[in-house]
């Protein structure tokens, strides 16, 4: 008895110490998808209105539309950002996943390297009426430059300076920066009295690179050299990365508390009018979320450090936006392809980008009165004119973790009073480039 | 294992909640039983030993599929090289050999650095979280012995922060650790002016004891929970004999108390160990994916190391080290305890 009872502890210690730490998977095959249930498809959307249900509210009627065309059934799950990458990667190992999904276009290149995307090369542009019809710079963030792209752009969003035209009257300022310099100038007029010149998500990986690498371009480094190895140590990258936790630190037109948002809350905080100034992609639904007027609001492009935006050094926004892709385990791949057509058409990339307030990367719809109002057109010339896409290299994702929780920690130096140097900022790189280096 | 047994059974009481718990962790029991039953004794000798195997047959096969199979896998997966590139199809990611332990453990580069920093971390998180839980939860459990008014009221609410969903639990904490709008800093800065200037929760130093106090809030109560189904096998009579013999009240919870719960207390404080050391729930939905340094518990830290890198082989090397460290600890623990319990007994 006493030897089973000692076997019994033995087996249960053991299964309680392995729960933990267990992680599966399961084989999958190769191939190009099948046509074995072509009634049906499953369709990942990504979260782009302000919760899941508005998504589905606008999503629903026009997938009705789409069975009606087609008599194909779309089964719809719209998946929160924190769970999508996670939820991918799972369907990528096991190989039971959707037929068509979305994906953050910044992760074409990492997907594109797993295998499990369908290649659009000319036959399958060719379904869905096309390469012309995209937008260059959209197409350019779907996927490694010398490969046929991963996915095709959805929606399109670039960076724009969104500004708070009572909070820039009561500094006695007329226009909005151009410059950082100006930024800086007017910033310092408006940070007085509890009140801050611009919002930051200093905790939020994802939203740090996007700001350090238009600032990089800016100083011309790209964080990646050209066959893709990770360059996060250059002159040029520690200056952008300084220059953008400067505002806090040295500065001072951030709210030291922005050091710890990453839910957004510097969009709250605009809301009630304590910043002035964000830097945001498509922010207007967000707004109108939080009972601003469409009045209350400026947009004008991001600052740049001399003259007007473009390529280049005066580059100001990353090419932001959401891809649709094929799954290439897909059950229906002809219906896949239909699908993608459907969505990617004139007529339904009209009414999408118009509930969510993007930008259609269809050349055609971009022709639409409804993409003319003001806050639209600016971001359409940022990507048009100004905007470059983020490295698409495999390792695009342990790019964002790294440099972005340099910056994050940079940010929370700065915040709790401590010097921010080019030798601390470059040792925090320093860092991110090893995490790197076993790849 | 079940050595409360002895003190259970010279006294006649039920001692369930006690049962309870030890049920837990023994796997499924029933089968033998069955098999033991006197209608089936009677049919022939190879079918009477046979049967209570062939019972047992479908839990030792789920037992294998749900738990083993996973870990044999997982300890496959720490001998590859498994990135983004094989995922698809893991069974072609090459072989590494012991390349992704190499990295894990050469403390001198930065990733065996970090995982060393994490661990430390972790170790100092979980002695502290696992002292106070039990401290908190003991105490509240001798307190609530005695009978008063509103007893059921209390105990209900001690159980709330256990019987909370984590998510809803760990946000709310969140909201209330923040520098600007939270309530933490609103008490003691705002209310009662002990810092000069709001502190930070969620990142830099402070986001240790942010994280303590949420898995310690969150704990205890378990602990508490545990303690007072143990204190219900102490026979009251013992208590009065002591007082009769003049001892305090002290000298009864060092005398009476404890010795009377050491069984309890072994498998309370391995299950709260093992809990704490593993907790990925509540720095993730405390701090995100990338936790301040502070505050990088192993669990955050190997998830990092795998689904935010996508490196799995390494993310899986570094779950196998963990592995092996809590089996260790819980070897050695369990090893010291039932000796010193035998030594008491004789």
């Known amino acids: 008895m006493r030897r089973f009872r000692a076997a019994a502890v033995g087996a249960a210690t053991l299964s309680l110490a392995l729960t933990a730490s267990a992680c599966g998977g399961g084989s999958t095959t190769g191939g190009e998808g099948s046509n074995d249930s072509p009634k049906t498809l499953t369709y990942w959307a990504s979260n782009q209105g302000p919760n899941i249900e508005a998504d589905k509210k606008i999503l629903k009627p026009e997938l009705a539309k789409f069975e009606k065309q087609t008599g194909i059934k779309v089964k719809l799950e719209v998946i929160p950002w924190s769970e999508l990458l996670n939820r991918i990667l799972t369907a990528t190992t096991s190989g039971q996943g959707p037929d068509v999904l979305n994906i953050g276009n910044t992760w074409s290149a990492s997907l594109q390297a797993s295998g499990a995307l369908l290649p659009w090369d000319e036959k399958n542009f060719a379904k869905i009426g096309g390469k012309d019809r995209f937008v260059e710079s959209a197409l350019g963030s779907a996927g490694a430059p010398d490969k046929d792209p991963a996915a095709v752009p959805l929606y399109s969003m670039a960076y724009a300076l969104y500004y708070n035209k009572k909070m820039f009257e009561e500094a006695g300022i007329d226009k909005p920066p151009a410059t950082w310099d100006e930024m800086i100038a007017d910033g310092k007029k408006i940070s007085k009295g509890g009140k801050w010149a611009l919002g930051a998500e200093g905790a939020n990986l994802s939203n740090n690179i996007h700001q350090v690498f238009a600032l990089g371009k800016q100083h011309g480094a790209d964080f990646f050299t050209e066959d893709g190895k990770p360059d996060f140590t250059s002159d040029g990258a520690v200056a952008a990365v300084k220059q953008y936790v400067d505002m806090m630190a040295k500065d001072k037109i951030i709210a030291p508390g922005n050091a710890e948002y990453a839910q957004n809350q510097s969009l709250s905080d605009f809301s009630k009018g304590k910043t002035a100034m964000v830097l945001w992609q498509a922010a207007a639904t967000t707004f109108k979320s939080q009972g601003m007027s469409e009045d209350d609001w400026g947009v004008a492009p991001v600052p740049v450090q001399s003259g007007a935006p473009g390529q280049g050094k005066a580059t100001n926004s990353m090419v932001a936006g959401i891809n649709m892709a094929v799954f290439k385990n897909t059950k229906n791949i002809d219906g896949s392809l239909k699908f993608v057509k459907f969505m990617t058409s004139d007529a339904e990339q009209k009414i999408l980008c118009k509930s969510y307030g993007s930008v259609p990367p269809v050349k055609a719809a971009q022709e639409d009165a409804a993409f003319d109002r003001p806050e639209l057109k600016v971001l359409r010339d940022t990507l048009a004119k100004s905007a470059a896409p983020l490295p698409q290299v495999p390792n695009e994702s342990q790019f964002e973790t790294a440099v972005g929780t340099a910056v994050k920690n940079l940010f929370a130096n700065a915040a709790a009073g401590r010097e921010v140097t080019t030798g601390s900022v470059k040792a925090e790189l320093v860092k991110a480039q090893q995490q790197m280096s076993e790849q | 294992m079940s050595d409360t047994t002895v003190t259970t059974g010279t006294t006649g009481t039920t001692g369930t909640p006690a049962t309870i718990v030890q049920g837990g962790k023994e796997p499924p029991a029933t089968a033998p039983e069955t098999g033991r039953a006197p209608r089936l004794r009677r049919p022939g000798r190879l079918r009477r030993i046979g049967l209570p195997y062939l019972l047992l047959l479908p839990a030792l096969l789920l037992e ?16 590859k090289e498994l990135t983004q590139f094989f995922i698809r199809d893991w069974g072609a990611a090459p072989w590494s050999g012991l390349d992704n332990y190499k990295v894990s453990v050469d403390f001198d580069a930065p990733v065996g650095e970090a995982l060393l920093h994490s661990f430390l971390v972790t170790c100092a998180f979980t002695l502290l979280s696992v002292g106070l839980c039990w401290l908190i939860g003991t105490t509240a459990a001798i307190y609530l012995q005695e009978t008063f008014k509103g007893r059921g009221l209390l105990r209900a609410l001690f159980l709330v922060p256990y019987a909370l969903p984590v998510y809803a639990a760990v946000i709310t904490w969140g909201f209330m650790f923040q520098r600007d709008n939270g309530l933490i800093n609103h008490v003691l800065h705002d209310q009662l002016g002990l810092t000069d200037s709001a502190p930070f929760w969620l990142i830099g130093d402070n986001s240790f004891f942010a994280l303590l106090t949420v898995s310690v809030w969150k704990g205890w109560p378990f602990a508490f929970l545990i303690m007072m189904a143990g204190l219900q096998n102490i026979p009251r009579d013992m208590y009065e ?99 010193e319990r035998k030594s008491a007994h004789v």
């Open chain 2, 64 to 79: 294998l599929l749900v738990h083993l199979l996973p870990i044999v896998i997982g300890i496959v997966m720490s001998f």
């Open chain 2, 241 to 339: 004999a002591a007082a009769l013999d003049g001892a305090g009240m002290w000298q009864q919870i060092r005398r009476i108390t404890l010795p009377s719960l050491r069984s309890v207390n072994q498998v309370l404080v391995l299950v709260l160990f093992l809990w704490t050391f593993n907790d990925f729930n509540t720095p993730y939905v405390l701090f995100g994916r990338s936790a301040p340094e502070a505050a990088d518990l192993i669990s955050i830290h190997i998830y990092q190391s795998s689904f935010v890198t996508w490196n799995f082989g390494t993310g899986s090397a570094m779950s196998v080290l963990l592995l092996l460290f809590l089996l260790a600890v819980t070897g050695v623990y369990l090893w010291i305890t039932s000796r």
